[in-house]
T-cell receptor, first 113, second 110 residues
Framework: DGGITQSPKYLFRKEGQNVTLSCEQN?????MYWYRQDPGQGLRLIYYSQIVNDFQKGDIAEGYSVSREKKESFPLTVTSAQKNPTAFYLC????????????FGPGTRLTVL | GQQVMQIPQYQHVQEGEDFTTYCNSSTTLSNIQWYKQRPGGHPVFLIQ?????EVKKQKRLTFQFGEAKKNSSLHITATQTTDVGTYFCAETGANSKLTFGKGITLSVRP
């Protein structure tokens, strides 16, 4: 069954802690993305990667970090430097180009207490 | 950077009514994609429009790309409660990335 998985679905952390969100895909897609979704804000791009070991900042990269050591995996770390980390985080992938159709994972809802 | 506008952010309709929403840009777009996100879910790709004036249909949904490729519309005929959710348009313009609008959230009163 091909698709994108994100785990966990809900995540709670204390303020000041770093937290890593998982994203895995078995679609053999080259490009992967992380978005943040807040009510009324749409989808805001955090980071994206078109190839292993390379990634680019999106529109709101401050306070986040990523890695792309494998084609299938694109984990996102929300660091303590992120001022308002509570949000719904969506991972997506596309076949090759940044303009290709994107396929989204189910999302992780992060709450920082 | 280039952006598509979706206004209003929320719309409420009575079940059975038609619904139309627009996605507007101040510049010419290469193409437009539409996605739907059900409440509590994730965005799912619906359609891509590439040609000027293109019209595509999916059951009760009709998508159109403007003649000048600066806007797109989504029309739903006889809305049903299954149509609730947020509809996003996404454009691929000069910045070579897919950029999403803020979406319109549709609610349907049964």
């Amino acid at each position: 069954d091909g698709g994108i998985t994100q785990s966990p679905k809900y995540l709670f952390r204390k303020e000041g802690q770093n937290v890593t969100l998982s994203c895995e895909q078995n679609l053999n897609h080259d490009a992967m993305y992380w978005y943040r979704q807040d009510p009324g804000q749409g989808l805001r791009l955090i980071y994206y990667s078109q190839i292993v070991n390379d990634f680019q900042k999106g529109d709101i990269a401050e306070g986040y970090s990523v890695s792309r050591e494998k084609k299938e995996s694109f984990p996102l770390t929300v660091t303590s430097a992120q001022k308002n980390p509570t949000a719904f985080y969506l991972c997506a992938s596309s076949l090759r180009e940044l303009t290709d159709t994107q396929y989204f994972g189910p999302g992780t809802r992060l709450t920082v207490l | 950077g280039q952006q598509v506008m979706q206004i209003p952010q929320y719309q409420h309709v009575q079940e059975g009514e038609d619904f139309t929403t627009y996605c507007n840009s101040s510049t010419t777009l290469s193409n437009i994609q539409w996605y739907k996100q059900r409440p509590g879910g994730h965005p799912v790709f619906l359609i891509q429009l590439v040609k000027s004036g293109e019209v595509k249909k999916q059951k009760r949904l009709t998508f159109q790309f403007g003649e000048a490729k600066k806007n797109s519309s989504l029309h739903i005929t006889a809305t049903q409660t299954t149509d609730v959710g947020t509809y996003f348009c996404a454009e691929t313009g000069a910045n070579s990335k897919l950029t999403f609008g803020k979406g319109i959230t549709l609610s349907v009163r049964p």
